[in-house]
């Protein structure tokens, strides 16, 4: 069993006590150069440019990654493309979610050692307690600069060590989209064995979620727009599948099938709301994950008040949440979906995968590392 206590990294205070990177009169150690990919002027999946720049020294508090693996969430496709805002989009390097070895480690850093595998949570300052919208001033590849680089100057108190039975790969799909369907099951819903979860779509959040609530002997239930992706849900376990482009009345369906679902991750929001609410049980759970537009017919919010529904948004998760993640995943021995592994220098091919949706899961990049 993993102690969660060995995967936080619980650094963070003595680092941010610690002194400047560098004495008076040292140097810096010559890390030569290394290669990331920048968001272009304008932003554009077209535009990302790969440059060479020198390698970066971690100063107080932080730490310098070789790169393993990343994946692309919805959201870093947003900000490569210029369209997603929270947080006011101030990095210059992309990407979430990732994972790697720690190569050097700036002054008071204690939590981490050389050589360990490690992810970060994309909130590194949101260790554990209730969530703030302060955290989005360090949301690594919005507001710091994130992963798809060959080495990641990240911010250590964020960090998490992997369990020896998660790979690279598995690591790098997490930070996002694991940790969302992971806050939404375990720390909303309170998912117990033998409820009923409806996850809508076949992406990153969906199916990571249908994995972890299977694992808890929870019924699952996937929408999709194709019947092919359904049958590869209905493999990886989903009890229920429904076309919700052939069935638009599709929560009335989920109700027949299911006699009412007990968790909702609603990975659309708005949208898909009153078909998430009419799929409802009494009583149960809609996380809103998902921050689709208002649609033009203002959602009736079905059963809201007679099925005493409850709703919440989340904003991913804590470093917290992350450390239990990763000692769940491998407790029960599961490894995320990859559709598709690109190589470091085809990053744009990659973004277009994941622009295509044609995926299941996640697209994953190899940075040759590890
Ligand atoms: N709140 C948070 O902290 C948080 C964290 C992570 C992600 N998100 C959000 O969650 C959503 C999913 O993210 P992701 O990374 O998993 O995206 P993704 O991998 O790109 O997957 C998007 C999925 O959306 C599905 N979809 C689109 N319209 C749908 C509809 N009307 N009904 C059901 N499914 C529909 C598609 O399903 P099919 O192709 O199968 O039809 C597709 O699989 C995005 O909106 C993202 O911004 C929020």
């Given amino acids: 069993m993993v102690n969660r206590r060995e995967l936080i990294a619980a650094a963070g205070l003595a680092a941010a006590a610690a002194g400047p990177a560098l004495a008076a009169g040292q140097t810096a150690p010559v890390r030569g150069k290394s290669r990331a990919w920048r968001i272009g002027t304008p932003p554009s999946i077209a535009n990302l440019t790969?440059?060479?720049?020198?390698?970066?020294?971690?100063?107080?508090?932080?730490?310098?990654?070789?790169?393993?693996?990343?994946?692309?969430?919805?959201?870093?496709?947003?900000?490569?493309?210029?369209?997603?805002?929270?947080?006011?989009?101030?990095?210059?390097?992309?990407?979430?979610?990732?994972?790697?070895?720690?190569?050097?480690l700036g002054?008071?850093?204690?939590?981490?050692?050389?050589?360990?595998?490690?992810?970060?949570?994309?909130f590194p300052t949101w260790f554990d307690g209730r969530w703030s919208p302060t955290v989005y001033e360090s949301d690594i590849g919005n507001t710091l600069d994130g992963w798809l680089a060959e080495y990641a100057l990240l911010p250590a108190q964020g960090l998490v060590v992997l369990p020896a039975a998660v790979s690279f790969e598995s690591a790098a799909t997490l930070a996002s989209s694991g940790v969302t369907a992971w806050h939404a099951l375990y720390e909303v819903a309170r998912l117990r064995p033998g409820q009923t979860v409806l996850t809508l779509g076949t992406g990153g959040v969906s199916t990571i979620g249908l994995q972890l609530a299977r694992a808890s002997g929870a019924r699952v239930v996937v929408t999709s727009s194709r019947d092919d992706k359904l049958a590869r849900l209905r493999e990886l376990g989903a009890d229920f599948t429904v076309n919700y482009r052939a069935e638009p009345e599709w929560g009335k369906r989920v109700l027949e099938m299911t006699g009412g679902v007990d968790v909702v991750?609603?990975?659309?929001?708005?949208?898909?709301?009153?078909?998430?609410?009419?799929?409802?049980?009494?009583?149960?759970?809609?996380?809103?994950?998902?921050?689709?537009p208002l649609p033009q017919q203002l959602p009736k919010m079905p059963g809201f008040y007679t099925k005493n529904l409850t709703m919440k948004a989340i904003s991913n998760g804590s470093v917290r949440m992350f450390a239990d993640l990763l000692a769940g995943m491998a407790a029960a021995g599961i490894e995320p979906v990859i559709e598709k592994t690109f190589a470091f220098d085809?990053?744009?091919?990659?973004?277009?995968?994941?622009e295509a949706g044609d995926h299941v899961g996640k697209v994953l990049i190899r940075h040759g590392a590890g």
């Fill in 107 to 122: 002054p008071g850093v204690t939590n981490v050692k050389v050589g360990d595998r490690v992810a970060c949570c994309h």
């Fill in 346 to 354: 085809d990053a744009i091919a990659a973004f277009r995968e994941m």
């Fill in 265 to 292: 991750l609603e990975n659309v929001g708005r949208p898909t709301l009153d078909q998430s609410m009419e799929a409802c049980a009494p009583g149960a759970f809609i996380v809103m994950i998902g921050t689709g």
């Fill in 50 to 104: 790969l440059v060479s720049r020198d390698t970066p020294e971690p100063g107080p508090g932080q730490v310098l990654v070789k790169v393993v693996a990343s994946s692309i969430n919805a959201r870093d496709r947003g900000i490569v493309a210029g369209i997603f805002a929270i947080g006011a989009n101030k990095a210059s390097i992309p990407l979430s979610e990732g994972a790697g070895e720690v190569e050097a």
